[in-house]
């Protein structure tokens, strides 16, 4: 994840590119053998894998709190290449569209996690798909084995929904090595996205139906950019739905002389300390931990932070106490920290007296550490609780209830390896996301935020937003809405049904001017 962090496994590796091995690696089991293709194969040279998928539908009923809706499942990749060329790229999808209804009134979202190199399961077994990963009503690791249920909050209530994998992540694939810097980096992957979308419009006749996006983490970038770069294309989308998303990697990546990372992480610490019973009586809610730390930030840390050195001892201590007092740890590590606690050492410092590590994507989530020494703990414990469940319920779901049959293994985290960003900057959406906005006066934008999310805290994406130049009526179509769970929210009960109502008020606001 970013929407589940990136691991590029030697297993990865091979899956993508068997006739290739990985540094220091060896070629073993399955991806050893030579599936030949009939004739010339992708991408114009001998390949010992196939790359494709034959197209598969099944159709479905689920049973909603509406009543049973019936609908379609296709399961199937876009070919990418240039016009007349050799296939260099099949992104897969599965597209869920509810059945007999006019395509012209039904809206369609286009869906997406991050990483980059995360494959779309997250959302799709999370929030959005008909079936999810079975979790706990807290968010917790569930007792295995695991398999695929009902999921009530279904998108699929309210809008068609295709869930779309990134090229070299779940079952897309790019023909040979040497085109992954087409497809591998900032631009070329919304370049990718564009084209996808283009042709599933085409290839399904959904030209006249309302379109939106839904982006998760670094679906933020992909999903700001690819809000413009369709508008640009003379695609113009209704609105675009940001869940713990960022379209700024200057808030996200800290280095010398940037602060903007230690502004936009401070209130999500803050909600996990609360949640973790190590603040001060006073605080009764993690919304009032929010306002009055975001509060406290914007009026007295960010000052402090941008006088830097020239600070008093006074000052400092001063500072560092009320650090304190929000972040539930000692004022002397608030000093020793030079006022500048990170997100990984807070990771390990709030509850070290417990030999407990908090989540990065779920500080409500820990885990037992060996020790209470050191900065790093052994893992993100929000991440091993869903890794699990969500991996298992997918791959059973795509092939006993969309009877896709395939060698391929679907991968969660592919090998996209180097990433090419933009020379000398942080990754950076936010500037198409404004175009698109001060262009397109019927285009809307929501952040689903969770507040104990520390992976994409929320208060850096209000950064972002109050920092793109935008005019009144374009930051009227900007909204935001919060959760009391993390990065993935929807793995917590109430939050997964409130983030399907949410969006489902946007979607029809949208749609109907407001």
Known sequence: MLGATLACSVLAIQQQ??????PGGQRTGRTQQQRTVPGASEGGTASPIRISIPEVRTKHTINLSSGPLNYTATADQIPLGPDGGDVECRMFYVAYTKDGVDPAKRPVTFAF???????????????LGPKR??????????????????NGETWLDFTDVVVIDAPGTGYSRIARPDLATKYFGVTQDIAAFTDFVRSWLTKHERWRSPLFIAGESYGGIRGSGLSNSLFRAGIAVNGFVSISGTSDFLTLDGMRGNDATYVGFFPSMAACAFYHHKLGSRFKSVEQ???????WV???????????????????????QKMSEFLGISRDYCLGSNLRVTERQFFRELLRDQSLTIGRYDGRLVGKEETQIGERGSGDPSDQA???????????????DLEI??????LNSGNVRPWQEPEGSYAETATDLRNVLARNPHFHVLYCCGYYDLACPWNATRFTVNHMGLDKDARSRVSFDFYPAGHMMYIEKSSRKKLHDDVMKFESNCLDGQ
């Open 17 to 22: 590119f068997p006739d290739q091995t990985p």
């Open 113 to 127: 996690n991050g990483g980059p190199g995360s494959a779309s399961m997250w959302l799709h077994m999370g929030a």
């Open 133 to 150: 990963a079975p979790m706990n009503d807290d968010g917790s690791l569930p007792k295995p084995p695991y398999a695929a249920v009902d």
């Open 289 to 295: 931990v929010v306002q009055e730390s975001t509060q």
């Open 298 to 320: 914007d009026k007295e840390y960010v000052p402090a932070l941008q006088l830097g050195d020239s600070l008093s001892d006074q000052q400092k201590s001063e500072i560092a």
């Open 386 to 400: 869903t890794t699990p469940p969500f991996t298992a319920s997918i791959n059973d779901y795509l092939e006993r």
């Open 405 to 410: 049959k395939t060698d391929l293994q679907y």
